[in-house]
C-alpha cells in the first residue's frame, strides 16, 4: 500500500474522532492536545538532531517565533473582517500558521546558514544562546494597533481560541508524512549521509552545509506550525513559555525516541507528555520520579525506544527471532 | 585533451612538506599506480586532488579546467571520485543506501517532489534501484544489498566502497589502498575487477597500493613517491629497474 492511502485512512480516522472531542473531560482534552502538538514539534526536530545529526537546542525558541507570529496574524485577521465567524475560523487558523510558519523558517534560515557550519557542542551552544535571545526580544516587544495590544512583552498575548482536535493531529501527521517521505527518498539518503560521515558524503558530491540548512529550515518550520497550534490552544502566551527547558524536553523526546526513527519519537512524545500528568498524584516526587523514568529509560535502552528501526522492521525482526526460538 | 594534470603542486603544513613540486598527467583511460614508503604523502596527492585540502602551490587541473579551488562536493560534480584509505562507509545504512548516497545530489526529485512524490518520482527511484543493482551484480555483491554496509567482510567492504564511488559516474577514479586487508585470493580477484572497471566503465584510475605484485601486475604506469618527491615514473619494468626505486622503497623486493 503506497503511503499516500495509509496517511488519508489515518486522516479520515481523525476526522471521526474529533467529532467526539467535545464529549471528552477538558483535562484530558489538553493532554491530548499537547501530545499532539508534541508530535509535530519532536518529528521536526528529529530530522535535524535525529536524521541530519545536527545538535539543535534551539527548537522553543522557533517555536516561539511560529506562536508570536501567528498569534499576531490571526489577531489581526480576527480584529479586520476575518473573524472566527468566516467559514468557523478555518481561512483565519489555516493563514496564521502558514505565515508563523514562514516566519520560523526564516528564522531557521539566517540562524542556520552562519552557525551550521559548526559542529556538535559548538553548535548546540549556538542555538541555545539562540533561543533565549528570541526569548528576550518577545520579551521586549509591545505595541498596539487600532487600540489593540499586540506581542505584550513579559506581561503576555491574548490569542483568539481557534485550535482544535482536527487541526493539531491533522498537522501532525502532515509532519510525519513530510519528513517520511523526505527521509525515505534516494534525495533524503543525503541527509542520513551527512550525519553518517561528512567527509565521504562530500566526496560523493553532497553539499553537506545546504543539506543541513535545508533541513534545519524544514525542521524549523514545523516547529513555528507547532507553536501557532500551541498558541491558539491556550490562548495566552508568554515568552517563558518557549525558554530553553521547552526546547531540552523535546530533545529529551527525540532521544528517547532514537536519534532518527520517527516511529520511535512519536512513542516517546506521547509517553512523555503523558508522564509528568500521570505521575501528579506523587505531587512533590513527581519531578524526581520522572527523572529517574528517564535514567532507567536511557540505561534500558540507550540506543532509543525503537533504535533506528522502522516501525516494521521492528517488528518483524521480532517476529523472526521469536519464531527461531 | 588530458585528463589529470598536477602542475607544480607542493602542500606544506607548517613546516612539513609533504608534497612538493609534484608534477604529473594522466590520460582519460590511464590505469597509473601511485607507491612510495609510508608517510611519503600519497593520500596528501588524493586529499588535493579531490578537495580536501588547497594546494600551498601550484595548479590541479581537469579536463583543462582548474579546480584546484573546488569544495570536495563540487569536484566529485566535476567527475573525480574517491575511496578511503581508512574505510568510510555511513554506518547507518544498508549496502543499497550507501550506495543511493551517491545519487542523493543527482536526483531531478529534489525537496518537493520527494515530499509530494510527483512528477516522476516513483520512476526516478526506479531507475536509481535498476542502476545500484546493476552495479552490485557487476561486483558479484547482489546478496549483500540490504545487510548492514558495516557488518560486511572487510573485503567487501572496500568493494562497496568502490560501488559508491563509480555510482557518482566519475571520469576519474582514486582508490586508496583498494587491497588493504584483503587475502591473497581477494587481491588476484580484485587486481581482475580494477582492469576490468576501466575497460567497462572507460575511466581513468589512478591507485595507491602497497602490495608490489598488484602494483605492477595492473598498472600501466607508476610513479613513486618518498618524502613528498616524486622520484620515478615510468612502465612497471622501468620502474622495478630503476636504481633510486629500488635504494627508496623496493630495496630487498627486487633482487
New interface residues.
Given amino acids: 500500500m503506497r503511503p499516500q492511502l495509509i496517511f488519508a485512512l489515518i486522516f479520515a480516522g481523525l476526522i471521526g474522532l474529533s467529532l467526539v472531542t467535545g464529549k471528552i473531560d477538558p483535562y484530558y482534552y489538553t493532554v491530548i492536545i499537547f501530545i499532539g502538538i508534541n508530535i509535530t514539534m519532536a518529528t521536526s526536530l528529529n530530522l535535524i538532531n535525529g536524521f541530519t545529526g545536527q545538535f539543535s537546542l534551539g527548537h522553543a525558541g522557533f517555536m516561539g517565533v511560529g506562536a508570536y507570529v501567528s498569534a499576531i496574524a490571526s489577531t489581526f485577521l480576527t480584529t479586520h473582517g476575518l473573524g472566527t465567524e468566516v467559514m468557523g475560523g478555518v481561512p483565519v487558523m489555516a493563514i496564521a500558521l502558514l505565515v508563523g510558519g514562514l516566519a520560523a523558517a526564516l528564522t531557521g534560515l539566517a540562524v542556520g546558514i552562519p552557525s551550521l557550519r559548526l559542529k556538535g557542542d559548538y553548535l548546540a551552544i549556538v542555538t541555545l544562546g539562540f533561543n533565549e535571545i528570541i526569548r528576550v526580544i518577545i520579551q521586549n516587544v509591545d505595541f498596539k494597533i487600532d487600540g489593540i495590544s499586540y506581542v505584550g512583552g513579559a506581561r503576555g498575548f491574548a490569542v483568539p481560541q481557534l485550535s482544535s482536535f482536527l487541526w493539531v493531529f491533522g498537522i501532525a501527521l502532515v509532519a510525519i508524512y513530510f519528513v517520511e517521505n523526505l527521509i525515505n527518498s534516494t534525495y533524503g539518503r543525503g541527509f542520513l549521509a551527512v550525519r553518517d560521515d561528512e567527509v565521504a558524503a562530500e566526496a560523493m558530491g553532497v553539499h553537506t552545509t545546504r543539506f543541513k540548512v535545508r533541513a534545519f529550515v524544514i525542521g524549523s518550520f514545523f516547529a513555528g506550525i507547532g507553536g501557532g497550534l500551541f498558541a491558539h490552544f491556550i490562548q495566552y502566551i508568554t515568552p517563558d513559555n518557549f525558554t530553553f527547558l521547552k526546547s531540552i524536553e523535546i530533545v529529551v523526546m527525540v532521544i528517547l525516541g532514537g536519534m532518527g526513527s520517527t516511529y520511535g519519537v512519536i512513542l516517546a512524545a506521547i509517553l512523555l507528555t503523558i508522564m509528568p500528568e500521570a505521575l501528579r498524584e506523587f505531587s512533590e516526587y513527581r519531578m524526581i520520579i520522572y527523572s529517574l523514568m528517564l535514567i532507567v529509560l536511557m540505561i534500558a535502552r540507550p540506543q532509543g525506544l525503537f533504535g533506528s528501526e522502522t516501525f516494521t522492521r521492528f517488528f518483524a525482526k521480532r517476529k523472526a527471532a521469536a519464531n527461531k526460538v | 585533451m588530458t585528463g589529470l594534470e598536477l602542475q607544480h603542486v607542493t602542500m606544506r603544513f607548517g613546516g612539513l612538506t609533504a608534497v612538493g613540486d609534484l608534477n604529473a598527467v594522466i590520460e582519460p583511460t590511464g590505469l597509473v599506480g601511485l607507491i612510495g614508503p609510508n608517510g611519503a604523502g600519497k593520500t596528501t596527492v588524493f586529499n588535493v586532488i579531490?578537495g580536501?585540502y588547497s594546494p600551498t602551490q601550484g595548479d590541479v587541473k581537469f579536463l583543462g579546467k582548474s579546480i584546484k579551488s573546488l569544495?570536495?562536493?563540487e569536484i566529485?560534480?566535476h567527475g573525480i571520485?574517491?575511496t578511503?584509505q581508512n574505510i568510510?562507509?555511513?554506518?547507518?545504512?544498508s549496502v543499497f543506501?550507501n550506495i543511493?548516497?551517491?545519487?542523493?545530489?543527482?536526483?531531478n526529485?529534489?525537496?518537493i517532489?520527494?515530499?509530494?512524490?510527483m512528477g516522476g518520482?516513483y520512476k526516478?527511484?526506479k531507475e536509481?534501484a535498476m542502476k545500484i543493482d546493476r552495479l552490485l551484480e557487476f561486483f558479484n555483491l547482489s546478496h549483500t544489498r540490504d545487510e548492514q554496509a558495516i557488518s560486511l567482510p572487510y573485503g567487501d567492504q572496500r568493494r562497496v566502497e568502490i560501488i559508491?564511488?563509480l555510482?557518482?559516474s566519475p571520469k576519474l577514479l582514486l582508490l586508496d589502498e583498494p587491497a588493504a586487508g584483503m587475502n591473497p585470493t581477494e587481491k588476484v580477484n580484485l587486481m581482475k575487477l580494477i582492469r576490468q572497471l576501466r575497460d567497462e566503465f572507460k575511466i581513468a584510475i589512478l591507485l595507491i597500493e602497497h602490495d608490489m605484485s598488484l602494483v605492477m601486475g595492473v598498472c600501466e604506469q607508476i610513479m613513486v613517491l618518498d618524502y613528498g618527491v616524486k622520484i620515478a615514473e615510468g612502465t612497471p619494468k622501468q620502474i622495478s629497474e630503476n636504481k633510486h626505486v629500488i635504494e627508496a622503497y623496493l630495496g630487498e623486493v627486487v633482487e
Fill in positions: 579531490t580536501v569544495k570536495p562536493n566529485n560534480q571520485s574517491r578511503f568510510r562507509l555511513f554506518r547507518g545504512m543506501d543511493r548516497v551517491s545519487y542523493a545530489p543527482r536526483t526529485n529534489k525537496i517532489g520527494s515530499l509530494l512524490r518520482f526516478e527511484e536509481v559508491r564511488a555510482a557518482t
